[in-house]
């Protein structure tokens, strides 16, 4: 039954991104702004329809820390839903995406067109430093630069080497760093398409003001994030029955 309602929830979840992409491709015309409403109502839709066809709902916490400003925005990476979550809940949230999603139709076009920051993951060092000035730029305009320190999506109940990639942004930038912990994991499943009905748990943490230098700051940023996971201290995920979804 998990997995059949992690199915349905897929299905909505790329035909209502088609659907919503071609009703809006006008909005393209008018600007970043215009564009990112677009996209952060789609991540509204798509975490209602997690509600609502998986029984996967979640609890904010720190709400009051989120930044109105620019800042950087570093969180453990588990799953999809962080990645939509953090996005709905940011006031101008930019991601750092692979270059090669900007020629995926209606998908790519919106990504690009939301003030969202490509990197070519093989263009080395060079690469790199584009990317870190983007970034800082987005902060300067004051928008909130969503990055995953590990890199990729690591299980629930384990722990990865931070990249000094995010350490990179924040220096170039001279931004408050915010961590965000969170246990998406063990309810969004990944590899697969299976969620398990539950509350997931999202800790806004404190920010990390800037001008420490890169050792420091990673060693800091991982002992806040590690340290606030509900899957790694033990708190208790609240799990939900399917029929309440």
Not at 40 to 45: A, F, H, I, V, Y
Not at 137 to 164: D, M, S, W
Not at 216 to 242: C, Q, S, V, Y
């Amino acid at each position: 039954m998990q997995r059949l309602r992690g199915i349905a929830f897929a299905a909505f979840l790329y035909s209502s991104g088609l659907i919503l992409g071609l009703l809006a491709s006008p909005v393209l015309l008018f600007g970043e702004n215009a564009v990112r409403r677009v996209a952060k109502l789609w991540t509204r839709m798509a975490l209602g329809a997690l509600k609502h066809t998986a029984g996967v709902t979640y609890r904010l916490e720190g709400a009051d820390l989120i930044p109105d400003g620019g800042a950087v925005i570093a969180a453990n990476h588990q799953s999809m839903w962080e990645t939509i979550a953090l996005y709905w809940l940011m006031p101008r949230p930019v991601i750092v995406f692979k270059k090669e999603l900007a020629h995926v139709p209606i998908y790519g076009w919106f990504v690009s067109r939301s003030g969202n920051i490509a990197v070519d993951r093989k263009g080395g060092a060079k690469a790199l430093r584009a990317m870190r000035q983007q970034a800082a730029t987005r902060v300067e305009e004051r928008c909130q630069v969503i990055v995953f320190p590990e890199g990729t999506r690591v299980q629930p109940g384990e722990t990865a080497k931070f990249h000094p990639g995010v350490a990179g942004i924040y220096a170039v930038a001279e931004a408050p760093c915010v961590p965000v912990a969170h246990n998406s994991g063990l309810f969004w499943r990944y590899p697969g398409p299976e969620k398990s009905p539950g509350e997931i748990t999202l800790k806004i943490l404190p920010a990390i003001d800037p001008g420490l230098n890169r050792k420091d700051f990673l060693a800091l940023l991982k002992e806040k994030i590690d340290g606030a996971r509900p899957d790694l201290i033990g708190d208790r995920p609240t799990e939900m029955n399917p029929s309440n979804g």
